[in-house]
């Protein structure tokens, strides 16, 4: 599977975007990029995932290279409540479940 | 999206006793996971609980030691045998959600911790 490379930690204002990068230049070309995220102590909660265009929901947007080594996941308006550990992982679909989920970036919200 | 319910939520245990996790999905799944995830630590794959079969079991652990019940398409337990302190972890159950979308679902998890 492909690794994931993400920064340690990020700060971030309330009501601004919050940009978190993910480098996975191993990827494969049948491999989705997911991103997680996990509130102190919660079980991990599913935010978004892509294969190669770029993905928008209710929570957030996905942003994927062309190359598809690196993806972005933007919260459009971060709010405190969005404060948790974020993981970029890949996955090969629906058969994949050995999540390895990493150090993910710990991202601080801040009033 | 698939609504995990885990009992307990928390529990504290003594050394060498056993505790079963239940895990309940208001609707029918067709794969069902334990994961393990150590204080400070990514999550493991513990098994794939098989309907009407015996669990899958990754690397690393064995029936004996967490046996994994699946009597039907929503409901699962784990069960952490003779426990150790070594043994303190959240304990996630997880559905697959092929007919939602490709994406996994976590339930709220069970803080266990052995004295």
């Known amino acids: 599977d492909a690794k994931t490379t993400q920064p340690t930690s990020m700060d971030c204002a309330e009501g601004r975007a919050a940009n978190l990068p993910c480098n996975h230049s191993?990827?494969?070309?049948?491999?989705?990029v997911y991103w997680y995220r996990q509130i102190h102590s919660q079980g991990p909660q599913y935010i978004i995932h892509?294969?190669?265009n770029n993905e928008t929901n209710e929570m957030a947007s996905l942003i994927i290279t062309e190359d598809r080594k690196s993806s972005t996941l933007i919260l459009p308006h971060a709010t405190l409540r969005d404060t948790a550990v974020y993981y970029c992982?890949?996955?090969?679909?629906?058969?994949?479940?050995?999540?390895?989920f990493g150090a993910g970036t710990t991202v601080t919200v801040r009033a | 999206s698939a609504v995990i319910s885990q009992k307990p939520s928390r529990d504290i245990c003594q050394r060498g006793t056993s505790l079963t996790i239940q895990c309940q999905v208001d609707?029918?799944?067709?794969?069902m996971f334990w994961y393990r995830q150590q204080p400070g630590q990514s999550l493991t794959l513990i098994a794939t609980?098989?309907?009407?079969?015996?669990?899958?079991?990754e690397s690393g652990f064995v029936i004996d030691k967490f046996p994994i019940s699946r009597p039907n398409l929503t409901f699962s337990t784990l069960t952490v045998s003779n426990m150790s302190p070594e043994d303190s972890s959240i304990y996630l159950c997880?559905?697959?959600?092929?007919?939602?979308?490709?994406?996994?679902?976590f339930g709220s998890g069970t803080q266990l911790s052995v004295l």
């Open positions: 997880s559905v697959d959600s092929v007919g939602l979308g490709e994406k996994l679902f």
């Open positions: 191993t990827i494969s070309g049948n491999e989705y």
């Open positions: 892509g294969l190669k």
């Open positions: 992982i890949v996955l090969r679909g629906a058969n994949d479940y050995k999540l390895s």
């Open positions: 609707s029918q799944v067709t794969m």
């Open positions: 609980a098989n309907q009407g079969s015996e669990a899958t079991y």
